[in-house]
């Protein structure tokens, strides 16, 4: 089965077209962030405008390089919610053209029941799992049921961790987005020559708190500017990398003891940070787990993972009609009502 993924969410533009959700025949990503990048985030009304002009041709593109026509396709997968509402409304409408030019079903898929399912990509991880999500406005401690079933275990109270990344890197110099470069920098850099705080939060022994950690670095900057010293920018990524591991790791690891589950599995743009992959790995060794995580390719936004969920949808007959409308939020565990 041959299902076209849209995706236009946030700030790529993105038309894929994958086999039985797991062969990726073609993975088109045009994305905007250079155009963002002046502005030291994502602009919406930017993003919507660049969508339209876009979504045509990465479309055309996603279907060309997969050797596939419109006829051909068994469906039309798209990202409904959450995400920018008019970045959203442009896929999803085309989506919805598409699907009743060419009389094929329309399935609309979470983003980020996307990323969970880019691990199902060339991979062969199946459910039950637990998943800890991680992405620029999500950071959840997921139990995977089925394809189609989620209950959060834990979640952030405040900012999600690749905002924390994004916001953290701005001060220490880094465009937008800023997690790639911090990851980079981090590597180099020695992470006992600044401290940075492990927030925690009450209630919830898997919840988390970032925002007191980006305003610690924001402050370590502050500081550092207002007595003429400069920061040791690498030292200070990687005091941060060291500190998102410390706050990631025991809670994954607590909520993978409790539920007994013994694979676990990345999500999300941050998921391509090495840090987290290298700190996981060992407390996954330690613990007699395995863990699971993305091919780099397929951490940041894409169109195949969107079009990888929406096969798994289509089994549950998870479809919608042509009053589909796009929603700027939406829990991952709850089913689209169409
Ligand atoms: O999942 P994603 O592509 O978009 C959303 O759905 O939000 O995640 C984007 C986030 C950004 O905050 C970006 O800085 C972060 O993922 N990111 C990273 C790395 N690569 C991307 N953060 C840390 N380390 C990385 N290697
Ligand atoms: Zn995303």
């Known amino acids: 089965m041959k299902l076209l993924g849209i995706e236009s969410s946030c700030d790529e533009t993105a038309a ?19 155009e963002h990048r002046l502005y030291g985030g994502v602009v919406p009304e930017i993003a919507s405008r660049r969508h339209c002009e876009a979504i045509s041709q990465v479309v055309k593109l996603a279907l060309e390089e997969a050797g596939c026509s419109l006829a051909e396709l068994d469906g039309i997968a798209v990202t409904v ?17 598409l699907a ?14 996307g990323h969970v399912a880019a691990n199902y990509i060339d991979g062969k991880v199946k459910p039950p799992f637990l998943c800890m999500i991680m992405s620029g406005s999500h950071s959840h401690i ?9 209950r959060i275990i834990g979640r952030t ?4 961790v690749g905002e924390a990344y994004d916001k953290a890197g ?17 590597r180099q850099g020695d992470p006992t020559v600044y401290h940075l705080p492990r927030p925690k939060v009450e209630g919830s022994p898997f919840d988390f708190s970032f925002s007191g950690l980006k305003t610690a ?3 370590l900057s502050h500081n550092a500017k207002q007595k003429g010293i400069s920061l040791q920018v690498k030292d200070a990524a990687a005091a941060f990398q060291q500190a998102v591991c410390d706050m990631i790791a025991p809670r994954l690891m ?16 941050v998921s391509a940070n090495s840090g987290i992959r290298t700190r996981m790995e060992a407390e996954c060794q330690k613990a007699g787990c395995t863990l699971i995580a993305p091919p780099l390719c397929y951490c940041g936004d894409n169109a195949a993972m969107i079009a990888a969920q929406g096969y798994y949808e289509f089994l549950a007959e998870h479809t919608a009609k042509s009053d589909l409308n796009a929603m700027p939020s939406w829990p991952i565990d709850k089913e689209f009502a169409g």
């Open 157 to 160: 109270r405040d900012d999600a």
């Open 142 to 150: 997921v139990e995977v049921q089925d394809y189609t079933h989620y």
């Open 100 to 113: 009743m030019a060419s009389g094929k079903p329309l399935i609309p898929v979470h983003h980020i029941r």
């Open 16 to 34: 894929a077209v994958v086999e039985n959700g797991r062969r990726v025949l073609s993975n088109i990503v045009d994305s905007q962030v250079e």
């Open 217 to 219: 670095m924001i402050n």
């Open 81 to 97: 919610a959450p995400g920018l509402i008019g970045a959203l409304l442009v896929g999803v409408n085309f989506a919805k053209g």
């Open 170 to 186: 701005r001060v220490l110099g880094f465009s937008y987005p800023a997690g790639v470069e911090m990851d980079a920098a981090a």
């Open 254 to 269: 607590a909520a993978a003891a409790e539920t007994g589950y013994k694979t676990i599995v990345l999500a999300g743009g």
